[in-house]
């Protein structure tokens, strides 16, 4: 006999768990909260997902595809490294006004309390974290052997200053920081870009 086919819509249920996480973190996160936005019982969501922390996992990822691309576009598309660490921080802060989505990151701020997260779903976090200084301090050595940037300045560094405040205005935000403060903090930074990427201005 055929197994009986699921009543709801998969993706949208893990949007659903997606916009739950991202509001109250993974420990807050009750399954009560987790099963009543996505519309289904407890044993549907084992049934589809396995547990509490791979549907945490499998909200990551979908995390990562949509509101991360969408915020780090500018890292790989860019023409230039200081083009590219702009945008990023522009489009944290124009997001920040956005209605009817949670405010801050969801990887930085799971990342606050890394005890909180079981050990597969703290690793991912982590690893997508890794991922972002990598991708930044690439596009930053890249602009470096383009000549954008003095051969004498440290890429990592930059990068770790830059991802440093991008984390710090996701963070402004979750406290109820609007576009316009966190746009006058992004170029804010920006005014710093010529002295650690070591350009001369005549």
Known sequence: MAGRPRSFDRDEALSSALQVFWTKGYADASLADLTGAMGINAPSLYAAFGSKEDLFREAVRLYTDTEGAS??????????????????????????????????????????????????ACSEVQQVRTNSMAALKARIETGQAEGEIAPTADPAAIAAFYLTVQQGMTFRARDGA???????????????????????RS
């Open 71 to 120: 915020l780090w576009a500018s890292v790989h598309d860019a023409p230039t490294a200081r083009e590219a660490i702009e945008g990023l921080l522009l489009a944290t802060a124009a997001v920040s006004g956005q209605c009817g989505r949670p405010q801050g990151c969801l990887l930085a701020l799971s990342g606050v309390n890394p005890a909180a997260l079981p050990d597969k």
């Open 178 to 200: 609007g576009p316009d403060e966190l746009t006058a903090t992004a170029r804010a930074a920006m005014l710093a870009w010529d002295g650690l990427a070591g350009v001369r």
